[in-house]
């Protein structure tokens, strides 16, 4: 998950100890599906939850990126916004590649109107292994696997010029 460039190199694991805290007052967001619950209230908290995610790091340039991979993996709301599924999102035109309420709330609002029938059957097939799996996450993976594809087919083409 980390790469050379990232502050976290810097720190042992006590410096996710306040993110813990932070991500632990808001139990409302456990599994909560965007799809299908996007109250008012829910998109509010979830925007505060990443500005406190962001806030509770003892540096600065904290990515949507380890945010996104914090509360996917904690959370289970939203897909990680790494290289690879921003790569799909802009390709595919879904939203911006960036992490915030209105882009999340495009994000979700695409989903739920063109591919929701797909997206329940896979994530019913996986909850026969975990039942923890969660929409968000058959989204991720959906959108990994494409970026991947989009950034692998670039890679060739600038090898070719």
């Known amino acids: 998950m980390m790469r050379?460039?990232?502050?976290?190199?810097?720190?042992?694991?006590k410096v996710h100890v306040p993110v813990?805290?932070?991500?632990?007052?808001?139990?409302?967001?456990?599994?909560r599906d965007f799809l299908e619950?996007?109250?008012?209230?829910?998109?509010?908290?979830?925007?505060?939850?990443?500005?406190?995610?962001k806030d509770s790091y003892p540096f600065k340039n904290v990515t949507d990126t380890l945010v996104t991979k914090i509360l996917m993996g904690t959370l289970g709301v939203v897909p990680a916004y790494d290289n690879f599924v921003k790569?799909?999102?802009?390709h595919y035109s879904i939203t911006t590649a960036n992490?915030?309420?209105?882009?999340?709330?495009?994000?979700?609002?695409?989903?739920?109107?063109?591919?929701?029938?797909?997206?329940?059957?896979?994530?019913?097939e996986m909850q026969k292994y975990s039942p923890l799996y969660t929409r968000a996450k058959v989204i991720d993976e959906l959108l990994w696997c494409l970026g991947k594809e989009i950034a692998k087919k670039k890679a060739e083409e600038e090898k070719s010029r």
């Open 99 to 124: 992490f915030n309420k209105k882009s999340f709330q495009t994000f979700t609002e695409y989903f739920s109107k063109y591919f929701v029938a797909e997206i329940n059957e896979y994530t019913k």
């Open 20 to 31: 813990v805290k932070t991500i632990l007052r808001y139990p409302h967001l456990f599994r």
């Open 37 to 53: 619950q996007p109250s008012k209230s829910n998109w509010e908290d979830l925007e505060t939850l990443s500005s406190e995610v």
């Open 87 to 90: 790569e799909a999102v802009k």
């Open 4 to 13: 050379g460039s990232t502050d976290l190199l810097e720190y042992d694991y």
